[in-house]
Each structure stands twice: as C-alpha cells, then as structure tokens.
C-alpha cells in the first residue's frame, strides 16, 4: 500500500503543475470513481447518499458525500488542503530581449525560496483565454518539455555568493528561453496559440490573457539509501490535497464527508476561490439553504485542516523548539499556536490524537520557537468564516516553498490511514 500510494503522489505532482492542473486530476479521479459533477451555474438536486463536486475559478474543488446518517445528528468531516505552491508567473507582457537572448518576465508568486531556482530546467503550464468563432474560451497547457533555464552568475563574478546575497526578482529571475538575432523574434502569444492546437487541436483567433507558472521538470522520486524520503516540486501542499482525495475515496456510505481544496493560501488566501472567500459557505448553504439546520449541522461538524508541517531539520536544529521538533517519517504533526495562526484547540487536539492511537499511527506535534515568528494555514481563516472546531495538522518536511521540497516516504500511508478513519468516525468531540 505504502508503494502504491507513493507513486501515486508522484504520478499526481507530475500531471500537476499549476492548480489548475491539480483540481482537473482531482475532479477526474472523482468522476471516475461516481461522483456527480455540480454546475454552480445551475439548480442543485442533493440527496442522502450521494456523491458530488464542484469547482470554480478552475483551481479550487469542494468533493463531498452525503452520508446515510442525518447530518444534523451527526454533522461533517471536513478535510480542508490548498491547490497552489510558491512560484515564477509570467507577466501579462513579458517579452525581455538582453544581449541577444530571448527572456519572460516574472512575478514571484507567494514566499518562495528563490534560490533553488537557478540552475533548473523549467517548464511552463496553466490556463489560456482566447477568442475563437466569436466566443471566448479557455483551456490548459503544458508544454512538458524543458524550455527555459534561469542560469546563475558564476563564482569568478560573484565571489560573495557562497556569503549569500539578495536575489533580485526583476533583474535576476526572468529565465532565458531563446537566442535570437535580426529580426528572428519569437511572438509570445503566438506560441500560446501553437500550444493550444498541439494540445487540443483547435486554432484560436486570439489569445487574450493567460495565468501561466514555470516548473522545474525534473519528476518527483523516492530517495535515500532506504528509499526513505520522497523528493518533488509542490509537496506544499498537493500531498495533502492527495491523501484527503485517497481518505475520500476510500470512505463508507454513512458519513457526511467533505474535501475542500481551495487556492491562493500562500498569497493569502483573499479570492473568490481561496479560503478567505465564499466559496465553501456558499457550497454547504446549497446542500442546507436552512439558516438553523445549517448553525446545528456546523456546530457538530469538524474541519482537519492538513498543510506541511517543518520538520526538525539535522543541520539546523536550533530553528525548532527542543521538545517540538517533528520527525520525517514518525507521523502527522499537530500544529498548536496560542495566538491562533493555527486553529487548533485542547478539544480537537485530543481527538487527533486519539484518533491516531486508535489507528496505531504516530503523531508528533509542533510548536514554533518562542522568538520566532509563526506562519499560518487555511485552519484559522476556515474556522473563522464558518465557526467550524478545527485540528491543524500536517506531514513534516524539509525544504518548504523550495523548487523541490522532501518529505519522508512513510508519513503518506500515516496521513490517509488516519483522514480515512476520521471520514468513517462515528462520533465527533
């Protein structure tokens, strides 16, 4: 099972690029296996025992079951993930030409760690709007194949940066794509276009806009001496957006049970799509349009708000709290902060933690240095829009918001074995 599961991941990651690339692969793994796509667009018809999703913005997904057991006795599982990584996005007019080369312009998508992307074979992939017979669609591309480098300066010319240096995101992050010469200049939209017919055989008219992210192409693996850990791109956070879908799938018929994996966390999470906005409210407002069946339902419910845990790092250990200091593959983290950057209280703590025990999972929890600040996950801003009990928690890893992140090759099994259990608890705190 361990295998399989890891592979899976990885499969996931490669075929997942962009978020909007990871809730296409998490709806057609729901579609496969029976659940009903749902038209925001369109009168809803919900029933005890069904199975739907819905998406918006075409990067965030909320997948849930209606359980045979009343909800209003029993209320939700909630497992609550984001679709989006820190990366480079292109800008809307991105064509450099420096030195005869041909280069994009780029924009630093949420806390990345910028260094790890020099050196790297990148890729481009996302979404694509344009014009075609009179209407206005849109479609993603992946182009796959590597096609820029954002090459480093070398040593002879920057003695000082093994002393570290600022990283310049305007001057020193657009990736070189091309040489060129004369009049030999490549037309941006136009290899959008390209893409698109390769892709979806279809000829546009027009390529209007685009919200497009470089990826290092290299796949994620299994690594180590004993295959002990997984390395890869978007560990943060498609791994849990992963075990919540395989929790989900593998779920029973009497609960209710939800996945929601929204986008924009790591810029905040303030979007139509993200946490911080309408959309999962909106989606349990449909399912209980009841103002007090929806307050009664809410309050029996529970949210496990699954983001990447820091583990406690062999080379930096005095980054961490000496008794909080979470190991790669010695379980899910529970992640507490007193000044609520995560919500997780006494109540939930401990139905976590005895919902590991009872599954023979380990757990580990972590509290961040008393001098240093504490960051955040959509646990805190879930709970305050809905004033749902939350338990934030998380795999540990390394290497958070690099280009390529590691994780231990264990820990999955852990995490889907317990998010199964929580889908299939009889009774909440």
Not at 174 to 203: K, M, T, Y
Not at 322 to 342: E, F, M, T
Request: net charge negative.
């Amino acid at each position: 099972m361990r295998q399989a599961l890891n592979q899976g991941l990885i499969d996931y990651l490669k075929a997942s690029p962009t978020p909007f690339h990871a809730t296409a692969n998490l709806a057609a793994r729901l579609r496969a296996a029976g659940y009903e796509p749902l038209d925001e667009r369109a009168e809803w018809h919900t029933e005890a025992g069904g199975r739907y999703y819905v998406t918006r913005n075409d990067s965030a997904i909320v997948a849930f079951q209606l359980g045979t057991r009343p909800v209003l006795d029993n209320g939700i599982r909630l497992v609550g993930a984001h679709t989006d990584s820190p990366c480079l996005r292109v800008k809307p007019n991105p064509e450099l030409q420096r030195q005869g080369f041909w280069q994009l312009g780029v924009e630093v998508y949420g806390g990345a760690l910028l260094a790890p992307w020099f050196d790297r074979d990148l890729s481009l992939a996302g979404r694509v709007t344009f014009s075609r017979d009179g209407r206005i669609e849109s479609r993603l591309i992946d182009f796959r194949q590597p096609l820029a480098i954002i090459p480093n300066l070398a040593i002879h010319l920057n003695r000082e940066a093994n002393q570290g240096w600022a990283i310049n995101a305007q001057n020193e992050l657009p990736p070189i794509l091309a040489q060129v010469s004369g009049q030999d200049i490549p037309d941006f939209r136009a290899l959008l276009a390209d893409q698109l017919n390769r892709e979806h055989g279809l000829v546009a008219d027009a390529v209007l806009d685009y919200e497009l992210s470089f990826y290092d192409t290299q796949t994620a693996a299994v690594i180590g001496l004993n295959q002990d850990f997984i390395a890869g791109a978007r560990l943060d956070n498609l791994l849990s957006c992963y075990a919540g879908l395989e929790a989900l799938l593998a779920s029973g018929p009497e609960q209710s049970c939800m996945l929601v994996c929204t986008d924009h966390e790591e810029v905040g999470s303030t979007s139509c799509c993200g946490a911080d906005g309408p959309f999962l409210e909106q989606v349990l407002r449909r399912v209980l349009p009841d103002d007090e069946a929806f307050v009664r339902a809410i309050s029996r419910s529970l949210l496990i708000s699954a983001d990447n845990a820091h583990g406690v790092h062999p080379n930096y250990a005095d980054k961490h709290d000496g008794n909080h200091g979470p190991k790669l593959n010695a379980g899910p983290v529970i992640k507490v902060n007193s000044n609520q950057r995560y919500a997780t209280n006494s109540e939930t703590a401990g139905f976590f933690r005895h919902l590991c025990v009872t599954e023979e999972v380990p757990v580990q929890s972590f509290v961040t240095r008393s001098d240093m600040g504490c960051g955040s996950t959509i646990g805190p801003i879930t709970a305050g829009q809905l004033g749902v009990r939350t338990v934030d928690i998380g795999l540990p890893t390394f290497a958070m918001h690099s280009i390529r992140e590691l994780a231990g090759s264990h820990d999955l099994a852990h995490l889907v074995k317990v998010l199964t259990a929580f889908y299939a608890s009889a009774d909440l705190p």
